[in-house]
């Protein structure tokens, strides 16, 4: 197969649960920004009916809605190609990958080999088997199914905050060590000695980062918000919330930001939380026999992303003490589905989560945590009990939320396109992705070392209320290679941890702490680095990174206006972090509360949401949010919350594709292997036809996994007979349950004889009999809400009339995506929603 890798490698993301053809295909163009797409035939799609006949099988009527192969075609107006917003239609990370079957779907950079994504089954199968089992449930079961629900919530609440406080004590002694021999080379004079420490532990801790996530993982690369919002939202990609995927996150995570790295800790902890979530749900381990009987209640899709909901909330709660913040962050951002009972779990799992860190960091106070473990937990304390708002006020902090947009754009926009030129190159080979994190690792080093060369030293103050100059990691005097008495005000920044900087410059009365060339300078460097840092392969979030640029060019500000407004300088950096988070990853609730618990200071709240409102609008005039643009870039099929307007002028008959491959209620055991060795499909309509009924009727649906649950148990008949519930009691509720990771199983493991090729299964048992199903000439807009709504993997489309076969074929995610509707359809590219944005100069688009 043919390889990519950017961060890690990708897979096709196409659903094999749909019901596709498998010849007579042209692959599908890249999704280039200026795609020309192919023109339709007349009709837009051939309808036909054709019979298909499987070995040893009566004839199978099928419906099939297929297109033409398409042709090519050039646009007349070359100019109107740019009018157009192809948004939603970038071009992937990776170069086109051409495959002998049609194929409108995306690539994404998951796992370690081309592979499928499939789709989660969120819609429960309410088959009779499912029916008897709840009905034989006593009260003590169903007991059990609650109380274990809200003991999975307290156990994720425990392990995410003891693992958010490893982390944070790990960095935080990791490179407390490294800053203090460094310091003290540095006070004795021997700054080359010195620098080649800083250097090479630093180039050391990324090369073990991007080497365990390059060949353990890769996966766990990058911050894992998109992931799991794509997770959240139906896309099961392989390796996101695996066992390998979470110790990588936690290790490389520590390692990463340990190495100086311009990169947080908050992102890959909401991704370990998930995982931590996911891995509960599954009760333990099959394969090493770690398993319990009490959990095979959540062994289902449904329950597992609810607890994975509550597991990324628990992960932001941790990486920032921020209980409510965390649950508002995973309703407004993460999760595609949200339900009152889901509310209460999340907040139940981040107050312990709260409650934890709160005993835990009160252990480390006592200086139990070694020499740098304080357990300060990245709490910026400004609260200020003078602050007072005047209308001189107003200007500064409106100027602050514009630029924050502004810059936010920005920095999206660039990200993006760092993003696309690290793909082309990491795709070359294992050995570039390494050569790249070690690359930036060495020109990260020489800046944060050489940069307060350039700072001149300052006088220490008067009446300054900690030592100066500050000797070894933190403070906000450094003392550098400035004389005694005397401090660099740069390297108290720069040469310093993420959390230290952001602790400096939130700090109150130290307005005269800081000049104007140093946070200049400042902005700058984490501007750029933060970008070029977000790359590597290695875990690393966006959070921190954003903070301590927005507060960098917020004081910025602060200085300016200094002598115009009553709010101190301090206070500039968390409202110039404010917008700086606004403007790029545009949520507005959840990252105000974060921001009110991060700094304590509920004061500053009416100014907080005027800077969030105005940055997020003004960068919504540009692109869109930061999570969504790498979700696109990396190929995740998300399912929107708007439906497009063209999507109303199609019915669902207009984009189901075929052909459809269906059972009956009693089939043979032949035709069932011969279907699941042939197709790859994850659902298949169950469908009685005379004798068993006096027309053909549409059954239900039945899954691949139940099938070959069923061909494994080989409870086979002679005859096609029903033979209803008497077929229970050679089958339990946790053979139908969802499998684990990488416990999939596969019909070529299962070994027939010839005779009992020739036998039967009664399939009605355990078919889904109440499907959700659509008729044909539905909008493909209002198909598309309920899929996302419901949160479905497979939508059976039933023809208008009642005469010929009872069903047209399948919706499933590929049928919504924008790609493949307007690859059907090109001529309705002019339909799409065209936000309000600033069309950028002609010559910026060749970027």
């Known amino acids: 197969a043919q390889k990519y890798s950017a961060g890690a490698a990708p897979c096709v993301c196409e659903d094999l649960s749909a019901q596709r053809s498998q010849k007579g295909k042209t692959p599908r163009a890249p999704l280039l920004t200026n795609a020309k797409f192919?023109?339709?035939?007349?009709?837009?799609?051939?309808?036909?009916?054709?019979?298909?006949?499987?070995?040893?099988?009566?004839?199978?009527?099928?419906?099939?809605?297929?297109?033409?192969?398409?042709?090519?075609?050039?646009?007349?107006?070359?100019?109107?190609?740019?009018?157009?917003?192809?948004?939603?239609?970038?071009?992937?990370?990776?170069?086109?990958?051409?495959?002998?079957?049609?194929?409108?779907?995306?690539?994404?950079?998951?796992?370690?080999?081309?592979?499928?994504?499939?789709?989660?089954?969120?819609?429960?199968?309410?088959?009779?088997?499912?029916?008897?089992?709840?009905?034989?449930r006593d009260k003590i079961q169903n007991f059990q199914y609650i109380f274990m629900k809200w003991l999975l919530c307290f156990l994720i609440g425990?392990?995410?905050?003891?693992?958010?406080?490893?982390?944070?004590?790990?960095?935080?002694?990791?490179?407390?060590?490294?800053?203090?021999?460094?310091?003290?080379?540095?006070?004795?004079?021997?700054?080359?000695?010195?620098?080649?420490?800083?250097?090479?532990?630093?180039?050391?801790?990324?090369?073990?980062?991007?080497?365990?996530?390059?060949?353990?993982?890769?996966?766990?690369?990058?911050?894992?918000?998109?992931?799991?919002?794509?997770?959240?939202?139906?896309?099961?990609?392989?390796?996101?919330?695996?066992?390998?995927?979470l110790i990588v996150k936690i290790i490389g995570s520590i390692s990463a930001v340990s190495s100086s790295l311009l990169v947080g800790k908050a992102g890959p902890m909401m991704h370990i939380g998930a995982c931590i979530a996911s891995l509960l749900g599954?009760?333990?381990?099959?394969?090493?026999?770690?398993?319990?009987?009490?959990?095979?209640?959540?062994?289902?899709?449904?329950?597992?992303?609810?607890?994975?909901?509550?597991?990324?909330?628990?992960?932001?709660?941790?990486?920032?003490?921020?209980?409510?913040?965390g649950v508002l962050f995973a309703l407004e951002e993460m999760a595609s589905w949200w339900t009152s009972g889901l509310l209460w779990r999340a907040f139940f799992t981040t107050a312990v989560v709260a409650i934890i860190l709160r005993a835990l960091i009160d252990v480390c106070l006592s200086g139990k945590c070694g020499l740098f473990g304080k357990g300060g937990l990245i709490m910026f304390d400004v609260y200020s009990a003078n602050i007072s708002y005047h209308m001189a006020d107003v200007p500064p902090v409106l100027l602050l939320g514009v630029v924050g947009g502004i810059l936010g754009s920005l920095y999206n926009f660039l990200l993006d396109k760092v993003l696309r030129v690290y793909a082309i190159i990491n795709k070359k080979s294992v050995t570039y992705k390494i050569f790249i994190a070690c690359t930036i690792s060495i020109f990260t080093s020489c800046l944060l070392f050489g940069l307060p060369w350039l700072a001149s030293c300052q006088p220490c103050p008067l009446d300054s209320t900690e030592d100066c100059p500050t000797i070894g990691r933190s403070g906000n005097y450094k003392k550098f290679q400035c004389p005694p008495g005397h401090y660099n005000d740069l390297a108290s920044l720069i040469f310093n941890t993420n959390?230290?900087?952001?602790?400096?410059?939130?700090?109150?009365?130290?307005?005269?702490?800081?000049?104007?060339?140093?946070?200049?300078?400042?902005?700058?460097?984490?501007?750029?680095?933060?970008?070029?840092?977000?790359?590597?392969?290695?875990?690393?979030?966006?959070?921190?990174?954003?903070?301590?640029?927005?507060?960098?060019?917020?004081?910025?500000?602060?200085?300016?206006?200094?002598?115009?407004?009553?709010?101190?300088?301090?206070?500039f950096a968390v409202l110039g972090a404010a917008s700086f988070l606004g403007g790029s990853m545009r949520m507005t609730v959840s990252l105000c509360v974060i921001i009110l618990e991060l700094t304590n200071n509920l004061l500053l709240l009416p100014m907080i949401m005027i800077v969030l409102l105005v940055s997020k609008t003004v960068a919504d005039a540009f692109n869109g949010n930061i999570y969504d643009l790498i979700m696109k870039a990396k190929g995740f099929p998300y399912l929107e919350v708007h439906v497009e307007p063209y999507m109303r002028q199609l019915t669902v008959a207009d984009v189901v594709t075929g052909p459809l491959q269906v059972c009956h209620g009693n089939e043979k055991v032949g035709n069932i292997v011969h279907i699941l060795k042939t197709t790859n499909h994850q659902g298949f309509p169950v469908i009685d036809e005379p004798p068993h009924s006096e027309s053909p009727v549409l059954y239900g649906l039945i899954l691949r996994a139940h099938l070959i649950t069923l061909?494994?148990?080989?409870?086979?008949?002679?005859?096609?007979?029903?033979?209803?519930?008497?077929?229970?009691?050679?089958?339990?509720?946790?053979?139908?349950?969802?499998?684990?990771?990488?416990?999939?199983?596969?019909?070529?493991?299962?070994?027939?004889?010839?005779?009992?090729?020739?036998?039967?299964?009664?399939?009605h048992p355990f078919t889904n009999a109440s499907p959700y199903t659509v008729v044909e000439t539905m909008s493909l807009a209002k198909a598309s809400t309920l899929f996302r709504e419901v949160g479905l993997r497979h939508l059976l489309v039933i023809p208008k009339r009642t005469t010929g076969s009872p069903v047209v074929g399948i919706l499933t995610r590929h049928d919504f995506m924008p790609e493949h509707v307007l690859g059907l359809h090109p001529l309705l590219v002019n339909s799409k929603w065209k936000p309000l944005r600033i069309a950028l100069p002609r010559f910026l688009k060749i970027f």
């Open 499 to 571: 959390d230290d900087a952001i602790r400096n410059l939130f700090s109150k009365n130290t307005d005269a702490e800081f000049q104007h060339s140093t946070m200049l300078i400042f902005f700058v460097t984490c501007f750029i680095l933060s970008i070029i840092s977000y790359g590597v392969v290695a875990p690393a979030g966006l959070f921190v990174p954003v903070i301590v640029t927005g507060a960098s060019y917020g004081r910025f500000v602060g200085m300016l206006f200094s002598s115009h407004t009553n709010l101190n300088h301090g206070l």
């Open 158 to 245: 425990c392990i995410v905050s003891v693992v958010g406080f490893c982390n944070n004590l790990a960095v935080e002694n990791i490179a407390g060590i490294k800053f203090v021999i460094t310091s003290n080379m540095m006070l004795t004079g021997r700054y080359e000695m010195a620098f080649l420490v800083f250097f090479l532990s630093n180039l050391v801790l990324t090369l073990f980062a991007a080497i365990i996530t390059t060949f353990i993982s890769p996966a766990a690369a990058g911050s894992g918000i998109p992931e799991v919002k794509a997770y959240l939202n139906g896309v099961d990609a392989p390796g996101i919330i695996s066992l390998r995927t």
């Open 711 to 763: 061909l494994k148990k080989r409870v086979f008949l002679r005859t096609p007979v029903r033979i209803g519930s008497d077929s229970f009691r050679h089958f339990s509720a946790d053979e139908f349950a969802k499998k684990g990771l990488g416990n999939v199983d596969k019909i070529e493991d299962i070994k027939l004889t010839e005779e009992e090729m020739e036998m039967f299964l009664d399939l």
């Open 38 to 136: 192919p023109s339709p035939d007349v009709d837009g799609v051939a309808r036909m009916q054709r019979l298909i006949v499987p070995p040893g099988g009566t004839p199978q009527r099928n419906v099939m809605s297929e297109n033409v192969p398409p042709v090519q075609t050039q646009s007349q107006d070359p100019d109107q190609e740019h009018d157009h917003d192809h948004e939603a239609l970038t071009s992937p990370l990776l170069p086109h990958y051409q495959r002998a079957s049609n194929s409108t779907s995306q690539l994404a950079i998951v796992g370690v080999n081309v592979c499928p994504i499939e789709s989660l089954d969120y819609e429960i199968a309410e088959n009779d088997f499912y029916k008897q089992d709840w009905r034989a």
């Open 282 to 325: 599954q009760g333990g381990s099959r394969r090493y026999g770690l398993t319990w009987k009490w959990i095979r209640f959540f062994k289902n899709d449904r329950d597992r992303r609810d607890l994975v909901t509550c597991g990324s909330a628990a992960g932001i709660a941790a990486a920032f003490r921020a209980p409510v913040g």
